[in-house]
């Protein structure tokens, strides 16, 4: 008896110590949470505040409270949406720039029970927590650490008032996944009715401490941004998109690392990828015509979720406290794209085979990277050089995109490999690829038709532990067709042979609308809206382009010709080329004066930011005047361009309103990025009637 027990008790040991060892991690490591939060993919963003009311991007924090009554509100409707779109959760904005806090909050009167909504009783981070809860999606939080409205910020006094709002939003709601900290923090703002600009002290917020605070509270949220003691960090730009190669690590805080991180860096802090599903963060009517179609946030998505990031998608309710209509519609056919991407994975199926495995143990054997499971792996013996795996299909597959991941527990390791197709008699490279981590889908230029196929790890500094790889093939979808303004006309291009179809009086073509054969005259500007609708009548998504008055018999003015020419630049109808101040030796206040060839009686003028991926000398305070004789002027619209830093897109201004045309207007750069004279890439101006719409870049 004694004998039997130790023989199975020394079976069980020997088995143990015959299978192969897992490899040991490398380098930086998820914590579980991270891991967790990595898996999310993909939640929502609701920018809901006084901004919605007043049209501005960032609130000054002046704005009166009144404003705020979003009166057919119903989280559940809005959560319901998320949900359906598959979103894993929802971050709300319970304090934007502004300081307006959407919470009965105790540490400032600038709060939600000075609005008429709910007759002062309302929550607003309360009910979305409690739709939240119901509906299954986590509940997360954006509270600003700016407060254009605290009379003691960039004092110690706020801040005291600031941890205990974040303490009031961690332990009134229930659990929070993520909590965000913006980096914005602008300078001027109403501060209790001083009306400065405030400069923080060097580690003003003490985000160690704060990052201490939550733990003790909510040890599971995830801290986004924070300085260099985050969980998590931004992904680099408003666009949604983020690096590649790319990497969950950074070694340093170091703001060019944002989009691809830090190779082999020693901290884990993976990206999240933010953008909003139409122009501004905040829903302004003036943007109705910017909603991305589902291919443009396919393609984000691709960028983004296909690097290995997450994505927060921005869909922010309008006044009366829903989602509009367009955005919706957009949403949930992006999940529906998604759907038909994800339906088939055309690697399932086929036989496996490594040019080395573990310890020769079937335990981390090349059959885990098509187990549909995400923690078990394939990896090899230390030392293998370029090791691989090749797959063969029982019948061809047809595919186009290919996802591989790692097993992130063990960190990040891959920098480069490849997959070749075997052509029936020598192997072709169909990619060459850089970073996997989390997961990397990446698209091929062409579908691909294999019967065998081969994944090489090229690049490694330790064992690959690759824990998936699919192949999906990419749903077709219809393409949108491209409108552009040359001179008095319009033009719109698409692939060859398709029908475009479009409209002038701002509403979606159809094909009963005029059909595009040649340039559309638009002297005088107006709105138009094209798409492709093809011989089945399937409709394709709407490019939609706010024309402004032609500009090409414009003059523009200046004290010598070299004014004359650098101005130029900002009325040749071109993005690339920029009007830049210092070169014509001016300093902000810098102006451009323009003589239209016919006078017009103006509504809106806009403002296109340099393109070229530099932010300085953008101008971020101007004034816009114009005048029927060129001498006398009338200011009709000044302030700020908010977040053009994170978001460099064109911006759209109404002007007050003028009673007769005008020949004449005149932009002025009042402040500029990082430098002491501004630069703009074009200006436009349109006209008063139906001055509406607008795409993005
Ligand atoms: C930025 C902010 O300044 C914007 O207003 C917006 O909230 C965006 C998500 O983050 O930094
Ligand atoms: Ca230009």
């Known amino acids: 008896m004694i004998k039997t027990l130790i023989t199975g008790m020394s079976a069980v040991c020997l088995s143990a110590a015959w299978g192969a060892e897992a490899p040991a991690a490398y380098g930086a490591t998820p914590t579980p949470q991270q891991v967790d939060w990595q898996r999310l993919e993909y939640y929502g963003f609701v920018h809901l505040g006084l901004n919605t009311w007043t049209g501005r991007e960032w609130g000054y924090g002046d704005e009166d409270p009144k404003l705020f009554n979003p009166t057919n509100f119903d989280a559940d409707k809005i959560v319901k949406l998320f949900k359906d779109a598959g979103m894993k959760g929802l971050i709300l904005t319970a304090k934007h720039h502004d300081g307006f806090c959407s919470w009965p909050t105790k540490t400032t009167e600038h709060n939600i029970t000075k609005s008429p909504w709910k007759d002062g009783k309302g929550n607003l981070v309360a009910e979305f927590a409690k739709a939240c809860k119901k509906q299954g999606i986590k509940f997360g939080i954006y509270i600003s650490p700016w407060d254009r409205n605290h009379k003691d910020y ?88 983020v690096g590649y190669p790319h990497w969950h690590t950074l070694s340093t805080e170091n703001g060019e690392s944002h989009a691809k991180g830090v190779p082999h860096g020693n901290r884990w802090v993976p990206a999240e990828g933010d953008t909003s599903i139409r122009s501004g963060w905040f829903w302004h009517e003036r943007f109705n015509n910017s909603v991305k179609s589902p291919e443009k946030l396919l393609k984000v998505w691709l960028e983004c979720v296909g690097r290995g990031a997450n994505l927060i998608l921005n869909v922010p309710p309008d006044r009366s406290g829903t989602i509009y209509p367009a955005d919706a519609k957009s949403l949930l056919e992006f999940k529906s794209l998604r759907d038909r991407l994800y339906a088939k994975d055309y690697a399932l199926g086929a036989k496996t085979e490594a040019s080395n495995v573990r310890g020769k143990d079937k335990k981390f054997g090349p059959q885990n990277l098509i187990d549909n499971n995400i923690e078990t792996y394939w ?272 911006q759209f201004v109404e002007l007050k309103p003028i009673a007769k045309p005008v020949k004449f207007f005149r932009f002025t750069s009042k402040r500029a990025l990082d430098s002491d004279a501004g630069t703009a890439a074009e200006i436009s101006v349109y006209p008063a009637k139906k001055a509406q719409g607008h795409r993005k870049k």
């Open 154 to 241: 960039a004092k110690p006094g706020y801040i005291k008032d600031y941890y205990e709002q974040i303490k009031e939003l961690l332990t009134g709601y229930g659990p929070v996944f993520e909590i965000w900290f913006d980096g914005a923090n602008g300078g001027d703002g109403y501060y209790g009715g001083t009306k400065e600009s405030r400069t923080i002290p060097k580690d003003y917020y003490n985000f160690p401490q704060i990052v201490k605070n939550i733990r003790a509270l909510q040890p599971n949220c995830i801290i986004w941004g924070a300085g260099s003691v985050g969980d998590a960090r931004w992904g680099g730009s408003e666009a949604g998109h």
């Open 379 to 650: 990896t090899t013996d230390e030392g293998t050089e370029n090791p691989s795996v090749e797959l063969t299909f029982p019948k061809p597959v047809k595919f186009d995109v290919i996802r591989l991941r790692e097993q992130i527990r063990l960190g990040q390791r891959v920098e480069e490999f490849k997959v070749e197709n075997w052509d029936g008699d020598k192997w072709v490279e169909i990619l060459k690829g850089g970073t996997i981590g989390n997961q990397a889908m990446l698209p091929l230029a062409e579908p691909v038709t294999s019967s065998k196929l081969r994944l090489t790890i090229t690049k490694t500094p330790a064992v690959p532990c690759i824990s998936e790889l699919s192949l999906f093939l990419m749903p077709k979808a219809m393409p949108k067709p491209d409108i552009k303004r040359q001179g008095d006309e319009v033009s719109i291009t698409a692939p060859e042979g398709s029908t475009i179809y479009y409209t002038t009086n701002n509403t979606d073509p159809t094909d009963k609308s005029a059909k595009y054969s040649k340039e559309i005259p638009m002297p005088h500007g107006g709105i138009i809206k094209a798409r492709i609708i093809d011989a089945e009548g399937n409709l394709g998504p709407v490019d939609t382009l706010l024309v402004g008055l032609s500009k090409k018999n414009w003059k523009a003015l200046g004290k010598n010709e070299e004014e004359k020419n650098n101005a130029k630049l900002a009325i040749d109808d071109d993005w690339a080329t920029i009007w830049e101040a210092e070169k014509a030796g001016q300093k902000n206040p810098a102006t451009i004066t323009i003589e239209m060839d016919k006078p017009a009686v103006l509504g809106q003028f806009s403002y296109v930011p340099r393109q070229d991926g530099e932010t300085k000398a953008i101008t971020d305070q101007y004034k816009f005047e114009t005048s029927q004789n060129g001498k006398d002027w009338a200011v009709v619209a000044e302030g700020e361009f908010s977040n053009i830093k994170a978001s460099p897109d064109e």
